[in-house]
């Protein structure tokens, strides 16, 4: 249940006629009066007498009878009640009772207030009302509306829970504004899933994922083909902007243009520009600087969520906050180049995030530069491949992204920040099933390998998660991936690693209890740790950017120290 209070008017009789009207796209059907101050009065469109003139001159007459010097200038409230999309459609009779409830809890009829304001409740659609009020009380007065949209928002929360209605978490006025019901209704006509404002902020987000200066951010926006104006000031610099669809016009036939404040916002001019304190110029040096191309990105993608992970668990507020919206971005640039088979839950975990990446606390930005420079060098490099070492790179910086995105939720629920947490929750389950579509073909094969192991490897393999994980090593041995953690162990130990060293070092990195999949976590990041390649089939059993022969069986005994390199002998 979503109440909003909209702006003030001055004319009851416009209001009136646009609730009954068709609407501004013929979305109005079977317009009707469901509830009123005074149950007895004329109700148009269903008896015949009735005008909207008459209800106008019952609603206006307190205000009316004052002195004009007297008369509020804006005296027309206007608070619209909606249903969730997932909600029954109620009865005329139980909007109106809610009709009711929301003129009691805002202060415009207190309940057993005889002299309350004068208020009507119109239906014209079936998942909502629109209730009209004049702010002048019978006795002349003034009602007291101080905080009557906050507490709208409390009675919607209660009429939930009476009516077994969706919980919506309560919000902080930092989500994006929905679309008006006159935009959905124009995207279903045109046979849309989404309305153009939802359109064009996803657009404007993904287009601002990395980017490193004004310039480069409006250069992406026309290249996806936006209408964009800009404002621009006396002096030349550029004060505001708005975009538009190319096919999305007005009844003139022009086009309907947004601000960027009107999508989300985070997307203004002056919160965008908040991003660029530090520039992401091309000499940063990478993390891997033998390795080029799209794994390499998504390499340094996982590194910077690794970072970023770290700060959230240690950081100030302002600075967790940045890396949390930085982490939207890196969703965006993911989504942006995936490949086909993981593209539609990598979007949706994108959009679903959005929501987690506001907040009151504001970001410290800056501190967002790792993920930043990420996300730019994921859109730089290119769409990955479905497999390969694109592919399988891609499954690693998922698999750590989930942490990111869990770790926000965690960080939210701390500070009540009810709606984010539930959003970065949304995204970590989008997350996951993306990374199974990833994950796949890579872990596959490493399982494959895995089972094909010499037995006395595998045992030695299983005695090195008993001595580096002792309490989780039951369940990481039991779980289907052992096999790809034993081969991974495998390489590792091929190039030179104490596989028992390795594991304990990777799960120090991070808690594994909150990993849906122990052994996959600890796959990734030992690959990555020990730098070999992600995809299994990709010069199997060396470094990224190095060369190393894999050991005969017989001087494999002998390399590194301590019993995990070493596999017990048979008798």
């Not at 003030?8 to 009789?13: A, F, L």
């Not at 148009?44 to 909207?52: E, G, I, L, V």
């Not at 243009?257 to 916002?265: C, D, H, I, N, R």
């Not at 340094?300 to 240690?314: E, F, G, K, P």
């Amino acid at each position: 249940m979503m109440p909003r209070v909209h702006k003030r008017g001055s004319e009851t009789i416009g209001l009136i006629r646009y609730l009954y009207g068709p609407g501004t796209h013929e979305e109005h059907v079977d317009p009707r009066l469901v509830a009123a101050f005074d149950p007895l009065i004329p109700a148009p469109c269903r008896d015949p007498s009735a005008t909207y003139k008459q209800l106008q001159r019952l609603l206006d007459q307190p205000v009316n009878a004052l002195p004009v010097d007297r008369r509020p200038k804006k005296h027309v409230w206007h608070l619209s009640v909606r249903a969730s999309p997932e909600d029954p459609i109620l009865s005329d009779d139980h909007w109106a009772a809610i009709a009711r409830r929301m003129v009691a809890a805002t202060g415009i009829a207190p309940d057993g207030d005889h002299a309350a304001c004068r208020w009507a409740a119109v239906r014209h659609a079936d998942d909502h009302i629109h209730i009209i009020a004049t702010l002048v009380r019978d006795d002349g007065r003034r009602p007291r509306l101080n905080n009557e949209a906050r507490r709208a928002q409390a009675e919607a929360r209660a009429i939930e829970v009476d009516y077994g209605l969706r919980r919506v978490s309560p919000g902080d006025g930092t989500a994006a504004k929905r679309p008006t019901s006159a935009e959905r209704h124009k995207a279903e006509r045109r046979g849309q899933q989404r309305t153009p404002r939802e359109e064009l902020r996803e657009t404007v987000r993904r287009s601002v994922a990395g980017a490193a200066s004004e310039e480069e951010f409006f250069n992406r926006l026309a290249a996806v083909g936006l209408l964009i104006r800009r404002r621009i000031a006396p002096s030349g610099d550029t004060l505001g902007y708005t975009v538009a669809l190319p096919g999305d016009l007005n009844a003139m036939g022009e086009p309907i243009f947004y601000s960027g404040s009107k999508l989300a916002p985070d997307l203004s001019l002056p919160r965008i520009r908040e991003r660029w304190t530090q520039t992401l110029d091309d000499n940063t040096p990478s993390v891997l600087p033998s390795a080029t191309g799209v794994a390499s990105a998504r390499r340094r993608a996982t590194t910077a969520a690794w970072q970023a992970l770290l700060v959230i668990d240690h950081g100030d507020d302002g600075m967790i906050a940045a890396q949390i919206a930085a982490t939207g971005e890196v969703l965006d640039a993911l989504a942006k180049t995936s490949a086909a088979h993981t593209r539609h839950e990598l979007q949706a975990a994108a959009t679903a995030f959005e929501r987690a990446s506001r907040s009151h606390i504001r970001a410290a930005r800056g501190h967002d530069h790792a993920l930043r420079r990420a996300a730019r060098d994921l859109v730089h490099s290119g769409s990955a491949f479905g497999q390969g070492e694109d592919g399988a790179t891609t499954a690693m910086a998922i698999d750590m992204v989930i942490f990111l995105a869990i770790a926000a939720a965690n960080w939210h629920a701390k500070k009540q920040h009810a709606q984010q947490a539930e959003a970065a929750h949304q995204a970590a389950a989008h997350l996951r099933a993306a990374y199974q579509a990833a994950a796949r073909h890579p872990m596959a094969l490493l399982h494959q390998r895995g089972s094909h192991l010499a037995p006395a490897w595998q045992r030695h393999h299983a005695t090195a998660v008993r001595q580096a994980l002792p309490e989780l090593a039951d369940q990481i041995l039991a779980e289907p991936g052992w096999p790809a953690l034993a081969a991974t162990l495998d390489d590792a130990r091929t190039v030179g690693h104490n596989p028992t060293t390795l594991l304990t070092q990777a799960a120090a990195r991070r808690e594994l209890n909150s990993a849906e999949r122990m052994s996959d976590v600890l796959v990734w990041r030992l690959r990555r740790m020990a730098g070999l390649p992600a995809d299994p089939q990709n010069s199997q059993g060396r470094r990224v950017g190095c060369t190393h022969a894999r050991p005969s069986p017989e001087r494999a005994a002998h390399i590194g120290t301590g019993p995990a390199n070493n596999p017990p002998r048979r008798r």
